[in-house]
């Protein structure tokens, strides 16, 4: 599934190809997406894509009319630059042509994903509205934190994967930054002390920011047709080393479920 560093990516890799771009024509082949597609997404022909931003794991592809088109990737979707006149793939269900000879090609084989028009403010949305903070934003400190833990007596790795908490941490970056800020997945979030949700902070910031990083080397797949984009993978400490050594101490991984979710840890250096 396509997790922020990847929407990140995906977001850094179409930018340059599609800012200050006027839009020669929608091409919709199919509307039954999550939510259906928007029947006004035409309306962005002949009108100029002023930026691509993202918020949490939504693309918002700023359009000169003030109008917004959100794009969410859900379980299974890419967003790619080819050539217009490039065969349509099985599960290719929308492109955008743009006039500097590039089309922007949806692709989801599962539909679980979005692409919608919005007029008016998005932020407003019911899709964004609710969202707490970014995590690479300035608004995610220890401060903020500290104060949402504060009365919770959830998992921390349940509070920390709670989009209204913060967005985009994912599965697997819970359980990576846990590890690297050395606090159990299962203690209950409001007994942890401020410098250690402090640690807990910076190392979300840098699973992800490591994340995107790696990711980097993967924007030439953006400009290719054939294949799936290539998500990556950093180097993983925990998630999905159960049994396995640490790579720190030599402990074996420990595995259960959290919250329907697969959790691992080291017992020795997580506390
Ligand atoms: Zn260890």
Not at 69 to 81: A, N, Q
Not at 224 to 229: K, T
Request: some cysteine.
């Amino acid at each position: 599934m396509p997790e922020l560093p990847e929407v990140e990516t995906t977001r850094r890799g179409i930018e340059p190809y599609v800012r200050g771009v006027k839009v020669s024509e929608v091409i919709v082949r199919r509307r039954d997406l999550r939510q259906p597609v928007s029947d006004d997404l035409p309306d962005i022909e002949g009108r100029c894509v002023t930026g691509v931003g993202r918020r949490s794991k939504y693309l918002l592809l700023g359009i000169d009319d003030g109008s917004t088109v959100l794009i969410h990737l859900g379980m299974s979707g890419s967003l790619r630059v080819i050539d217009p006149a490039d065969d349509w793939k099985t599960h290719d269900h929308i492109g955008i042509t743009l006039k500097n000879g590039k089309q922007l090609r949806f692709h989801d084989p599962r539909r679980f994903g979005l692409v919608l028009r919005l007029t008016g403010d998005p932020m407003v949305h019911p899709l964004l509205k609710d969202l707490g903070p970014e995590p690479l934003g300035d608004d995610f400190t220890a401060a903020y934190l500290v104060d949402a833990c504060a009365k919770r007596s959830a998992a921390i790795k349940l509070v920390i994967m709670d989009a209204k908490v913060v967005v985009g941490v994912g599965n697997i970056y819970a359980s990576e930054a846990l590890f690297r800020a050395g606090i159990l997945p299962r203690t209950p979030a409001k007994k942890i002390s401020k410098p250690r949700l402090a640690k807990l902070v910076e190392a979300i910031r840098r699973v992800l920011t490591d994340s995107i990083e790696e990711g980097g080397t993967t924007l030439r797949d953006f400009l290719h047709s054939d294949g799936e984009p290539g998500y990556f993978k950093q180097r993983l400490f925990v998630y999905d080393r159960k049994g396995e050594p640490c790579r720190v101490c030599g402990t074996a991984i420990r595995h259960a479920v959290l919250g329907q979710r697969s959790t691992y840890w080291c017992p020795k250096c997580q506390k």
